[in-house]
Nanobody, 120 residues
């Protein structure tokens, strides 16, 4: 089995920063693309940022220039550094990873989500 465990969410004032982490564990053979998505109340889940195994990154337009995605392959961990946070960034943030497990086809896995609230 594979687990993705997120951490680092919380309450922050507008203009502040947070760093999210997501660690994958289990019988992992290889991790391909990793990413972060978010879901605000009453809205659909949306892409925030993705990073390939070769460190090619992609960002949603609302977060470009403010958020940075990175990964540590030795630790099977992906990070999301969020700066200049705005109230509209408030959402539950979900980690996603394409993982190959020994003996099973590659598929996507989701974390349980971590709440980020931007408010004064």
């Amino acid at each position: 089995q594979v687990q993705l465990v997120e951490s680092g969410g919380g309450l922050v004032q507008p203009g502040g920063s947070l760093r999210l982490s997501c660690a994958a564990s289990g019988s992992i053979f290889s991790i391909y693309a990793m990413g972060w998505y978010r879901q605000a109340p009453g809205k659909e889940r949306e892409l925030v940022a993705t990073i390939t195994s070769g460190n090619i990154t992609r960002y949603a337009d609302p977060v470009k220039g403010r958020f940075t995605i990175s990964r540590d392959n030795a630790k099977n961990t992906v990070y999301l550094q969020m700066n200049s946070l705005k109230p509209e960034d408030t959402a539950v943030y979900f980690c996603y990873a394409q993982i190959s497990v020994y003996g099973f086809p590659t598929r996507g896995y989701w974390g349980q989500g971590t709440q980020v609230t931007v408010s004064s």
